[in-house]
Structure formats: structure tokens, C-alpha cells
């Protein structure tokens, strides 16, 4: 069985396998979308597949919607192309596997290589949104290429920002027809950071027109979106389960730059995108697909409830002390009764009190599915090392803002917290690059790593300083607000950390039997 349009004419074996086919005719879809696009994707990876792509896929099955999605890469690379067919496994908690055959992709585009097709799309007054999966860091103005380019004309601009500029521009001296620019990347107030990335160009190109253009909010939109789904690379065994279907050629490859390529996609059921409702030439009927849509407000409060509470911090607790313990998947973790307890405690007692509700879903049903279905699914393949990346970057948000809650309230004490300072030594533990049964490891990559690593340099297990000596060694890292969001010292919870810290570095044993004590803790 090869992934191809011609093979999938034979319906019937592919069913046999327990394939879900696309239920529409793809080639008058093709031929729609490529005459009277509606909607581009930049970044189209493994999320982008198993989300918007198989949003679309249902709306299409449905007959809610006629066109699909042109996907950007980055350029291409070569290799087999299956006809811009991919294959989405979804791995249950219960233990069932569902296999979709995805064709809502009607052509793929190259952003090196292929400027051309890409203005002529740009062009087209047809264009509803286009919509971004392309990471945080995508973009920043602080990128060596974006500053080059920033000196430059839209013609030369090499930069992935730079690029996505000259194309909006293409389409203001098309006639400016409006669009929505819609960043759906894991990061806080998505949209204003792709809309400064474009007023930076408009600027430093000198187009007053276009900066206006942009700056209409009637003309072009810049929603906040919030998106949860949790999509780790792709699994060798899923390739396996596939290719003994018959598939061939599904056995995943990793590259040079360490990322894991396969024409397939494994993630988890569970899904949300909320999207502010901001779409100034009209929008696909998202909300038919399980998409919510509602004002910017409530985004900023599902995302806070989501990263700084419900999810976030709870998988950043698993990472730290999942590495320490040995842990190879994060379910594994959860079959594991004191994390279990970690991090219903950090949800449930410590977080979930400072919620704001966002109305549109509840917290505690939130919370309740990531505790219960999500993290616990034996057939995610996600590891704590994974989620240990950059965690000098994820703790100001995922712990600092309830900390910060908890010192504005008039009826909560912050003195009160245990496990969140508990996850912060546990850092600090994690810090020395030495596991419980003190074997060395390597750190997963974080660019404040050797920064952070340097404060515990001195520290050996089983070699017990002081407590003054402890925070003397320690206080310059728990001043720094930008890692935990708050100066630990000025709060009062720099001790306790410190507290915490002594007994985690006691000597072997001593992560399990620290972690052991506090969560049982009355």
C-alpha cells in the first residue's frame, strides 16, 4: 500500500485496515481551493495536521465547507511528497487507535522556492486567513536574519518574518482586500506578536500605506487564539503498527537538526483552539469542527487558566522530577502515587483557587480531563525530557503567576504554597545533572542551562551545607524574577526552596523520599 491518490481509488483494502478515508471529492476540492483559496497554514507540522487539518477534514466530510487548506513549508526538501496525503493516528486513553487519512490539504507551497505561487495567492481577494503553527521563536525581531533584513527591500527579505511581510504587502498593492493573520503558536498574546512583527517591517520599509493598511483592524486582524493538543514526534511504534499494515516507506527518519520526520502524525484526542473572533473577509465555520470563538478576553483567560494552572505547570512538575526518577513517558509518571499526588495538589489545592473562570470552559472540568485522561494515556509516547526544554523559560509563567495571585489576594497566604516550591528545588536538583540513584544525565536543552547550572556547581550529593550557606550560594538564582517570575526572596518562599533543596541533595533516595513525605504531607 503506497500513500497516493491512485491508491486510495481502492477504498476498500485501505477500509479493511481500519483507514478513515476523506468522504468528499478531493479533486474538485483541489481544484476549488486552488482557483478561490480561503485559507493558507505556515508551518504545516505535526499539530497543524492532527488540528487544523483534521478540522477541516470533518467540515469537508460534512459538506459544511467546499475548500481546503493550502499548506506553507519552509522549502522543500526532497522526498516523497504522497500527494499532500498524510496520515493522522489518534492514540485514545482507552486504548483504541483511530487512523484518518487526511486530504484536506489541497496543495503545499514552498516559502523558499515558491514566492511566486504564494503572491498570486496573496493576491487573490478570495483569502479569508492566514494561519501560523511555526513556534515562539518564529517571531522574534531579535533573529540576526530579521535584523538584516530590516535594512533591506521586501524584495530581498530572506527571513521567515520578513517573507510573510512582503507577501501582506503583495496583497495591500493587490487592492488590499482584508484578511486575518492568525498565529495559533503555544505563546501568550499570540496575535500581538505577529502583528509587531509586520508593523516592524511595514516601518522599516517606509510604506506609510501599508503600515496603515496593517494597522486597520477592518482591513487586517490579528487575533489572540489559544491552542491545547498534545502532539509528540512521531513514535517508532506507531511506524511499526503502520508499516505492518502495509504501508510502506512510514518508518520515521531523523535529521541532521534532531527532528523526526514521517508522513504520519500520532496525537492525543483530546483538542482545543479558541480563537478571537476577528475575521474582517469572513472565516470557515470553525465552530462546527469543535473550534470556540469569542472576544479577546476570554482567549486571555482560558490561555492563563490553561499554562499558568491547569496543564502547563502541572507537565513542567512531571518533567523536573520524571528525569530525576528515571521516568522514560510522563504516563508512566501518573501510575506513580507521589506524583500523582504532586500534581493533583498543584492543581487542585494551590491552582485551581486562583483561576479566573472564562466561562467557556470550566476549570476544574479542564483539569479534571488533563489529570484523569490526558496525562495518564498509556499510548501517548511523551517523555519528561522532552518537556524539560527551556524549563528556565516556562517556570516565570507556568508557577509565577499564581505565586503572584496568591500576593495580590486579600484571602489567600502565600506562605501557604508547598508544592510549587517543592517543583522549584526540585529544579535546582534537576540542575546538577544527577539522577536520584546519583548517575549523571544530560540536561534536556535550555538556553539559561549553563547561566543556571553555574549556581549549583559547588553542590555534591550526600554533601549537605548549612542553610545560610545554601541561600548565600543560591540567593543571586532565586532573585531572578525573569526564571521564576518573582523574586523567591522578597516573596518569602526563597527559604522553603532552600529548605526543600537541602533534603532533595542528601544523598541517593533522597528525591524519592523528599517528594514521598511533602505530598503526603496533612
Known amino acids: 500500500m503506497k500513500l497516493n491518490s491512485e491508491s486510495l481509488k481502492d477504498r476498500k483494502t485501505w477500509e479493511a485496515k481500519g483507514y478513515r478515508l476523506p468522504e468528499y471529492d478531493r479533486e474538485a476540492m483541489i481544484a476549488r481551493t486552488k482557483e478561490k483559496p480561503i485559507w493558507l497554514h505556515f508551518g504545516a507540522g505535526n499539530i497543524f495536521k492532527a488540528l487544523h487539518g483534521m478540522a477541516a477534514q470533518r467540515l469537508l ?9 493550502i499548506a506553507v513549508e519552509r ?6 511528497k504522497y500527494d499532500d496525503l498524510a496520515v493522522v493516528v489518534t492514540l485514545k486513553a482507552n486504548g483504541s487507535v483511530e487512523k484518518n487519512i487526511l486530504g484536506a490539504m489541497a496543495e503545499t507551497c514552498y516559502l523558499y522556492g515558491g514566492e511566486e505561487r504564494l503572491k498570486e495567492i496573496f493576491r487573490n481577494p478570495s483569502l479569508q486567513l492566514a ?69 516592524a517591517f511595514a516601518e522599516a520599509w517606509g510604506d506609510e500605506g501599508f503600515k496603515a493598511y496593517i494597522e486597520d483592524g477592518k482591513k487586517v486582524s490579528f487575533p489572540w487564539t489559544m491552542i491545547d493538543k498534545i502532539t509528540p514526534s512521531p513514535d517508532l511504534s506507531v511506524g511499526a503498527m503502520l508499516e505492518k499494515d502495509g504501508l510502506e516507506g512510514f518508518a520515521p527518519v531523523r535529521n541532521a537538526r534532531g527532528t523526526v520526520k514521517a508522513p504520519y502524525v500520532n496525537a492525543e484526542e483530546s483538542e482545543y483552539l479558541v480563537i478571537e473572533d476577528d475575521f ?18 476570554t482567549v486571555d483567560k482560558v490561555e492563563r487558566m490553561k499554562v499558568c ?3 502547563n505547570p502541572l507537565h513542567t512538575a512531571l518533567a523536573v522530577y520524571g528525569c530525576l526518577l528515571g521516568f522514560e513517558h510522563i504516563w508512566q509518571e501518573m501510575q506513580d502515587e507521589d506524583l500523582k499526588k504532586l500534581v493533583e495538589i498543584i492543581g487542585y489545592k494551590e491552582g485551581l483557587p486562583v483561576v479566573t473562570d472564562p466561562g467557556i470552559i470550566k476549570p476544574r472540568d479542564f483539569i479534571d480531563t488533563v489529570v484523569k485522561v490526558r496525562i495518564p494515556n498509556p499510548f501517548m509516547p511523551d517523555t519528561p525530557q522532552r518537556i524539560a526544554t527551556d524549563t528556565s523559560q516556562k517556570l516565570p509563567i507556568r508557577f509565577g503567576e499564581t505565586i503572584k495571585a496568591y500576593l495580590k489576594s486579600d484571602s489567600l497566604d502565600v506562605n501557604d504554597l508547598r508544592l510549587i516550591p517543592l517543583v522549584f528545588a526540585g529544579w535546582l536538583r534537576y540542575l546538577m545533572a544527577v539522577n536520584d540513584q546519583g548517575e549523571s544525565f544530560e540536561p534536556s536543552p535550555d538556553p539559561l542551562l549553563a547561566t543556571a547550572q553555574s549556581f549549583v556547581a559547588d553542590f555534591r550529593l550526600g554533601q549537605v551545607p548549612g542553610q545560610t550557606e545554601i541561600r548565600e550560594r543560591l540567593e543571586g538564582l532565586l532573585r531572578n524574577a525573569s526564571i521564576f517570575g518573582v523574586d523567591l526572596v522578597e516573596t518569602g518562599l526563597a527559604g522553603r526552596v532552600c529548605e526543600f533543596f537541602a533534603e532533595l541533595i542528601a544523598g ?14 496533612d
Request: negative net charge; glycine residues 10%.
Open 280 to 297: 474582517p473577509n469572513g472565516r470557515p465555520c470553525l465552530e462546527k469542527a469543535g473550534f470556540y470563538f469569542t472576544d479577546r478576553q
Open 131 to 199: 494561519s501560523f503553527t511555526i513556534t515562539e521563536k518564529g517571531y522574534s525581531l531579535q533573529a540576526e536574519d530579521v535584523k538584516a533584513d530590516l535594512a533591506l527591500t521586501p524584495e530581498e527579505a530572506k527571513s521567515y518574518m520578513g517573507r510573510v511581510a512582503a507577501l501582506l504587502l503583495e496583497r495591500y498593492r493587490a487592492g488590499a482586500a482584508p484578511i486575518a493573520m492568525v498565529s495559533t503558536d503555544n505563546c501568550s498574546h499570540n496575535g500581538d506578536k505577529l502583528k509587531a512583527a509586520m508593523t
Open 309 to 311: 494552572t491547569c496543564l
Open 508 to 521: 541517593p533516595g533522597a528525591v524519592r523520599s523528599t517528594l514521598h513525605k511533602y505530598v503526603n504531607e
Open 75 to 80: 522549502m522543500d526538501r526532497g522526498g516523497e
Open 61 to 69: 466530510n460534512e459538506g459544511e465547507l467546499d475548500r481546503g487548506i
